[in-house]
């Protein structure tokens, strides 16, 4: 069951055009990767996704409902975490995380007071003496300890230390062994590898790959490092092979995903001593995806 | 040593007159002007005559001596004795008010915000921030008071020397380096740049009213505050230098210590460090409406004590109101003759005029909140959640309606407090209150034009303040200049019925009612249907 299904929405502000007919399916239970680089359009799409924006044409929806109509119906069953989380700087963290909680529906006490502790926060401190990544914990207290259904997540670990960023990796997690779903919007691909199940790749206001990891990896290349008991001849026309650089008794190079099995086939004819491939990380991907379209 | 630690400091006072290119020419631009204007306009007001001496009696009454100093040569009472008395404490307020804001906005709020440590990170000196900032302010300072002293000289009026109008300019310049220094001093001592703004502002009201206690009571209380010193120089009569030096030496006095201070401590610390607050929010906190009482506490506060302090201030001069009212032609001019109403009656109107277009700031601040928090990007928290737009917008619009209620109240009662002390038969208070809240439903107009601003042109909400401005402009001086009726029929205080002189109808009350209605429920579609920008 689809939890955010957006459909062909295009924004535009004045001339310029933010988002040019996205696609997104996001279902139950899933921890639903959104990447891309600034400027991309990932805050406009989750701020339509809220509600805060009206999509200049196409749907938005959330839990079936209208993003824009429905919005407070929606919110009731979502929590959100802004990129750059601007707070009152006379309130305390801990006034600031009640009042979020308070707003959303009923208050879990004891949730509050795990997270404050698990994230290591001082909630008596003014939010004006707060650091970025503070005012991030504090958003990120009230959001997992409000029980919802769908968690919006825009960059949320950008000002934490790795310890923090442990902690929130184990807050995801729990809320996906809960079943509920994520949309997480980040630059930190090491982290969306470790927690997504599928990713949506944008570039200038267009989704340009959506899948889960393993389907986009096989759109990229491996790395492949071989030593071989005679040398291997014409490699480097084989069809899908990128990047080789031959030394003696062996050979590293890329191979496109579609096309490793031919290669590996050839080789083996030529004695195969060691064989090393390790798998595009997400940042390959990343990259490799910029350089095709850039 | 000393080299190093004001290195580049030209460089960042090149940057402070290149951020402030339009803000500071604005401040310098609009304190001379208004000075100049308003002075010139001094002898059709003051003619001259016997009336001069009725009004040399009221200037020594206590409550006016508290208000704008203590009166000076009084026997003989030329123009330029009047203008410095009645004039040149509160333009060296405003003065001071200015020096505070851009200090602040150039120390501790660079800091706070995290530029000083960018600046910091180049080759620059620890104290150049703080030395670039004087160096500016003097600067603007200096040309305050010289623009000033030529302004006024070149009127060229009864008694306006060029000595005296240069004094005058040295004045204003002296205080502005003063509380220029006063507020470094203090923006070392606090964390944050709103608690520096505080402490310099309550340093302001401070120095107010410690002269104002002194001026009626003792000399030695006022020459211990600045404001209080720089009257003693007496401009225009006796023009006495020896107060400018004092309160120059003091501010020299002041930087130094503000210096030593900015050495000593560390970078985007305090003195003074912010206390912890409570962990939890109260019961009270946990709505929309609850957040917006909150973070409006303190203005809602300061400005109730205010609106009560200027009601008091107006009721402490009715004992003299009718004596100054029948010598003054032109106030005669400004106040419509109705039969069956005193003179005091009438000066009740137009108070009741004047003091609700004050209170309208106050009100309109609140409604307006709700922009600046979308601009920095705190709605979207609370939109983010299970709150409607209506009902965010609803939370700021019913404090702000409530707030035009108490300060209306809150003026009368201050009025009425000093007025019974000073006259036998004061004005009846409940019949005054109920008039004060005819002048509620057209206060709430320019609530719901601050609300359609919000809803269908966020970016131009600045422009209900550009029309209270017209507002008390065609009303306040309308009479007075004799401008055309359909001026002051531009605005809501043209349909205000000249209460308690005239009835209030419903006639009046329910259009203004339904107008206030029709706007609000405007902009509220409009906001409802817009983007959050933030």
């Known amino acids: ?294 | 040593m000393p080299k190093q630690l004001f290195n580049s400091t030209r460089t960042l006072a090149g940057l402070i007159l290149r951020r402030d290119r339009i803000q500071i020419p604005i401040w310098i631009i609009s304190i001379v002007a208004a000075t100049v204007a308003l002075a010139a306009m001094f002898p059709q007001l003051y003619p001259a005559g016997p009336e001069r001496q009725v009004i040399a009696q009221i200037m020594q009454n206590p409550a006016m001596t508290s208000m704008v100093g203590p009166g000076y040569g009084l026997d003989d009472y030329h123009i330029g004795a009047i203008v410095a008395h009645q004039m040149l404490l509160f333009t060296a307020v405003v003065v001071a008010i200015m020096n505070i804001l851009l200090t602040i906005r150039h120390t501790r709020r660079d800091e706070e915000q995290g530029r000083i440590e960018v600046i910091r990170s180049l080759p620059v000196g620890r104290l150049s921030n703080a030395a670039a900032t004087m160096l500016v302010l003097t600067i603007i300072n200096i040309t305050l008071g010289l623009l000033t002293g030529l302004g006024l000289g070149m009127l060229g009026l009864e008694g306006m020397t060029w000595a005296g109008s240069f004094l005058y300019g040295a004045v204003l310049t002296v205080v502005g380096i003063f509380f220029a220094a006063t507020t470094l001093f203090f923006a070392q001592l606090t964390e944050t740049s709103r608690a520096a703004l505080g402490y310099s502002f309550a340093f302001l009201g401070l120095s107010f009213l410690l002269r104002a206690i002194g001026d009626t009571s003792s000399e030695t209380l006022s020459l211990l505050s600045p404001l209080g010193l720089v009257l003693r120089a007496q401009v225009y009569v006796n023009n006495y230098w020896w107060p400018i030096w004092i309160v120059l030496a003091a501010a020299a006095l002041m930087t130094l210590a503000a210096f030593r201070l900015n050495t000593i401590r560390d970078l985007e610390a305090g003195f003074f460090s912010a206390k912890p607050g409570p962990a939890h929010a109260s019961r009270f906190l946990q709505s929309p409406l609850g957040l917006v009482l909150r973070l409006e506490k303190t203005v809602i506060i300061a400005w109730a004590v205010g609106m009560f302090v200027l009601g008091a201030s107006y009721g402490a001069v009715f004992g003299d109101v009718e004596a100054f009212i029948q010598s003054n032609d032109l106030y005669q001019q400004m106040l419509p003759n109705v039969e069956g109403f005193s003179v005091t009656d009438q000066f009740v109107a137009m108070l009741l005029s004047v003091m609700s277009m004050v209170a309208a700031i106050p009100t309109l601040l609140v409604m307006l909140k709700l922009r600046v928090e979308e601009k920095a990007s705190r709605t979207e928290h609370l939109l983010a959640r299970a709150i409607s737009r209506p009902q965010l917008m609803a939370s700021f619009l019913v404090v702000s309606l409530l707030v035009a209620i108490v300060m209306q109240v809150l003026s009368i009662l201050g009025l009425w407090s000093t007025a019974a002390a000073s006259v036998e038969n004061p004005f009846a208070l409940g019949k005054t209150i109920a008039a004060s809240l005819v002048y509620v439903p057209f206060m709430w107009i320019l609530v719901g034009l601050a609300v359609t601003l919000i809803g269908f042109a966020p970016q131009q909400t600045s422009l209900v303040w550009l029309y209270l401005g017209y507002t008390l402009f065609a009303t306040y001086f309308g009479s007075l200049l004799q401008l055309p009726d359909w001026m002051a029929k531009l605005t809501p205080w043209g349909y205000i019925p000249n209460v308690p002189l005239e009835p209030a109808s419903a006639g009046t009350i329910l259009p203004s009612l339904l107008i206030a209605g029709g706007l609000i429920a405007v902009g509220m579609h409009g906001y409802r249907e817009r983007d959050i920008h933030g």
């Open chain 1, 1 to 294: 069951m689809a939890v955010i299904r957006v459909h062909d929405v295009t924004k535009k502000f004045g001339n310029f055009t933010a988002l040019d007919k996205i696609n997104l399916e996001v279902n139950q239970g899933e921890v639903y990767g959104f990447i891309g680089p600034n400027g991309a359009g990932k805050t406009t799409t989750i701020r339509i996704l809220l509600g805060i924006l009206k999509a200049t044409s196409g749907t938005a929806q959330v839990f079936g409902l209208d993003a824009w109509a429905d919005a407070v119906e929606i919110h009731k069953r979502i929590a959100y975490v802004p990129g750059e989380v601007s707070l009152w700087p006379n309130l305390t963290g801990g006034e600031v995380i009640d009042l979020f909680v308070k707003l959303r529906g009923p208050n879990n006490k004891s949730r509050r007071e795990e997270l404050i502790e698990r994230f290591d926060l001082d909630p008596t401190k003014k939010c004006g003496t707060y650091s970025k990544g503070n005012r991030q914990k504090v958003a990120l207290i009230a959001a997992f300890a409000s029980d919802a259904d769908l968690y919006i997540l825009d960059e949320p670990t950008s000002g934490l230390d790795p310890l923090m960023e442990l902690v929130f990796q184990e807050c995801i997690a729990e809320v996906k062994a809960a079943g509920k779903s994520v949309l997480l919007s980040s630059h930190i691909l090491s982290e969306v590898e470790k927690l997504c199940d599928r990713v949506s790749i944008i570039r200038q206001g267009r989704i340009i790959e959506s899948g889960s990891l393993q389907e986009l990896r096989h759109l990229t290349r491996t790395q492949v490092r071989v030593e071989t008991a005679q040398p291997i001849p014409n490699l480097s026309e084989l069809a899908g092979v990128y990047d080789l650089q031959e030394f003696e008794g062996g050979a590293t190079f890329q191979v496109d995903g579609v096309h490793i099995g031919e290669v590996i086939k050839y080789i083996s004819n030529y004695g195969i001593l060691a064989l090393e491939s390790a798998p595009p990380t997400l940042e390959d991907l990343f990259i490799h995806h910029y350089q095709k379209e850039g």
